[in-house]
């Protein structure tokens, strides 16, 4: 599986990593541990990401190297890398502006990734396993094949990649892939604990946000279907960052009678974004895809028109055909 990845990484000597918009723990995990790997092979790489960093996250770049596009970015940094690693995504629209850079560029370009479908001309190399869990597990495997040591900061990324994307081990990806990978890090030291509460522990901010936006919680069909949305209003009266919205929708799905659910979320732009989480049997990336999202087949993600009043009456009325009897 890695053979063609393995040789490119071999012959290049300075590389472009980056990853999806509004990245979380999986994708700047996964970017962390890759370059940490990279530059222990005496590479030369540069992270440049659409968004900044979330707070959360940022224990995994404690020197602020993690560069934001088009703050950060210098045309030379694409004209001069061997390569674009680009991971945990497959599209070019959920890469964000930086994208448009990439696709222009004649930057060679690799793909690690573990979404539904891929973007015909997204890389000329993909790697994509929908069984992984969590991209971090695709690097370490990586890393691993190619002979490389697992550094404490790289067990670090690769841990908190993980617990991103299971849900700390509870999420239907969860599986010996991951319980393997994780024994083995905490055999290398990591600290569960600390790690955990690193990736999950929430701003008072996103506290007060969560009191708000579980007030418009709605059902339907017995509440095989609910919805929650968040307002700018809502945001900027809770001082509430986009990613304080994280983990809100887990506890609606957590609702004995919900099948599956979404979130709809106002962007500054005006735009919605749209969560959607699925306990199994309703396929959400079916939706997203239809809206020109994507993710998995139980949780996804799009973003759609506003105002909030159409982009919810609009996505919901979509939603209700795929309701099971
Ligand atoms: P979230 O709802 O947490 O933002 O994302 C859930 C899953 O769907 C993640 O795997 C994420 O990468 C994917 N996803 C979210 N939004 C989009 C989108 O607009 N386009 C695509 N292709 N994937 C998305
Ligand atoms: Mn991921």
């Known amino acids: 599986m890695w053979a063609e990845i393995a040789k490119r990484i071999r012959a290049g000597k300075r590389f472009i990593v980056t990853t999806h918009i509004h990245p979380e723990g999986d994708a700047i995990g996964s970017e962390v541990a890759l370059a940490t790997f990279l530059e222990d092979q005496g590479k030369h790489v540069t992270i440049v990401n659409s968004s900044s960093t979330p707070q959360n996250n940022r224990f995994m770049d404690p020197s602020h190297k993690i560069k ?3 703050k950060d970015y210098r045309p030379e940094m694409l004209s001069e890398a061997d390569q674009v690693i680009i991971v ?8 964000g502006p930086f994208g448009d850079e990439i696709r222009e560029s004649s930057t060679p370009r690799m793909c690690i ?3 539904q ?15 992984a869990a969590a991209a971090g597990v695709l690097v370490y495997e990586l890393i691993r094949d190619m002979g490389g040591d697992i550094t404490p ?6 841990y908190a990649a993980i617990i991103t994307d299971t849900g700390t081990f509870r999420f ?8 393997r990978i994780a024994m083995d890090l905490t055999r290398d030291g990591i600290n569960p604990f600390t790690l955990h509460r690193q990736v999950f522990s929430k701003t008072a901010a996103a506290v007060k946000l969560l009191g708000a936006v579980m007030s418009t919680l709605e059902y339907t069909s017995d509440g095989k279907l609910a919805w929650i949305h968040a307002t700018r209003q809502m945001f900027d009266s809770a001082s509430a960052d986009y990613e304080d919205s994280d983990g809100i929708l887990d506890i609606v799905r ?5 099948e599956f659910c979404l979130f709809f979320k106002e962007l500054p732009d005006g735009r919605v974004k749209v969560s959607l989480r699925s306990n199994g049997t309703v396929d959400v990336y079916e939706i997203a895809k239809h809206y020109g999202g994507g993710g998995h087949r139980m949780a996804s993600g799009m973003s759609v028109n506003g105002p909030m009043a159409n982009a919810i009456k609009t996505v919901v009325d979509a939603a209700r055909k795929h309701i099971p009897a």
């Open 68 to 70: 934001v596009y088009p």
């Open 88 to 95: 945990d995504v497959n599209n070019w629209s959920h890469v």
């Open 113 to 115: 990734d573990h979404h």
């Open 117 to 131: 479908g891929v973007d015909a001309d997204f890389a000329d190399v993909v790697v994509s396993d929908t069984s």
């Open 153 to 158: 900061r790289i067990a670090e990324a690769v």
């Open 172 to 179: 239907s990806n969860t599986d010996a892939r991951v319980f």
């Open 254 to 258: 957590s609702t004995k009678s919900v």
